[in-house]
């Protein structure tokens, strides 16, 4: 099957870390977010696939020269202006020279949904479009998705209320589209597939939506980032990456499999870190401490510090008696002894001051 894959936004919601690097780039639990999808993707039978691009394209270019990731051939449809999601999916699908039915996913989603169970469900019903639809606590940053017992679509209703939201069931990300709907997309404009084409869809009665319980997790925020690491160092969802990657020891701690054992103490960290992820090589002191967190490589970690649920970028230095907990620190960043992080996000390069404190905040801006 052929894919496109949504990774044109600015990651808007995830800056300071996208000034630098694009959302997709950013990793997850040791890998990139677009690593992890295209895995995915080819775990569903896709065999073809192309990058709608618009933000820092040549980032994604440099990660795959070959034109090609697990099986998967790529190619790179790079927007000359924003086409918003509709205009993006036409313009990347005329590029690929896609000419039957395709996938849309977008590349900043986490999501063990079966692509193979969407695309039978969509020919059963006989539809145009069909969308993959995943619950959530609060659906007023969605479009919800109100469908009868056989699964056509009632309304598209972008972003409702809360509290008068008919349904708690929303956009997953994941679309098959037959290539008459690419037909009703005007080229040369900005056009939006859930303010425009659906809602047109579901009108005429050819827009279906399947509804599943399966993993799903938007990360597009700081919080949900972490969750995904988090998610994964505590095996609430088992991950093929760090088998491939890393390897274990007895604290659940997963150090990259190109660290000589016999090079590091690793002595040094056993009962105080746990379930934390060590991508390369990485310094450390006394005292050290973190639990459920990530580390890039060259990180030098000072003595009697304490991270907590969060991620450390390569190249980072940490003082002494330094905390971090729930927040991302970015590439090259410098925490100075006694500073405290909370819920919070630091940019690339960025120098906290002695026992500075940050709570809630991004820095820069």
Not at 116 to 129: R, T, V
Not at 184 to 201: A, C, D, N, Q, W
């Amino acid at each position: 099957m052929d894919c496109v894959v949504l990774v044109g936004g600015e990651g808007t919601r995830l800056r300071p870390l996208t000034y630098n690097t694009p959302k997709q780039m950013l990793k997850v639990a040791g890998v990139t977010m677009i690593d992890r999808v295209l895995y995915y993707l080819s775990q569903n039978d896709i065999t073809s696939v192309v990058l709608s691009l618009g933000y820092k394209p040549q980032k994604f270019v440099e990660a795959y020269p070959d034109f090609s990731a697990y099986g998967i051939r790529l190619c790179y449809a790079i927007e000359p202006e924003p086409l918003d999601t509709a205009g993006a999916i036409k313009f990347a699908a005329d590029y690929a020279n896609f000419n039957s039915a395709i996938v849309v996913v977008n590349g900043d989603v986490l999501t063990d949904l079966s692509i193979l169970d969407l695309f039978k469900f969509h020919k059963e019903s006989d539809a145009k479009a069909t969308i993959a639809l995943t619950p959530v606590e609060d659906p007023s940053r969605f479009g919800v998705v109100p469908t009868d017992k056989n699964g056509k679509v009632l309304a598209f209703i972008e972003k409702p209320d809360r509290d008068s939201a008919p349904t708690n069931y929303i956009n997953a990300g994941t679309y098959i589209l037959e290539n008459s709907v690419l037909d009703l997309i005007e080229t040369g404009r900005k056009v939006s597939i859930e303010r425009e084409i659906f809602p047109k869809l579901s009108g005429e009665g050819t827009l279906f939506a399947l509804q599943t319980d399966d993993y799903w997790l938007d990360l597009g925020t700081p919080q949900s980032l972490i969750k995904a690491s988090s998610d994964i160092l505590s095996n609430r969802r088992p991950d093929v990456f760090l088998e491939r990657g890393f390897e274990m020891n007895s604290d659940g701690n997963w150090f990259s499999k190109d660290l000589l054992s016999d090079k590091f103490n690793f002595q040094g960290l056993v009962g105080n870190v746990k379930n934390s992820l060590f991508e390369g090589e990485f310094f450390f002191e006394e005292g050290f401490k973190a639990n459920l967190s990530t580390f890039g490589v060259n990180c030098k970690i000072g003595s009697d510090s304490n991270i907590i649920e969060s991620q450390i970028s390569s190249d980072c230095k940490i003082g002494s008696r330094v905390v971090v907990e729930n927040s991302i620190i970015g590439i090259g960043a410098v925490l100075k002894q006694g500073s405290y992080i909370k819920d919070s996000v630091v940019g690339d390069g960025v120098e906290v001051s002695p026992n500075e404190k940050l709570i809630n905040q991004k820095v820069p801006t």
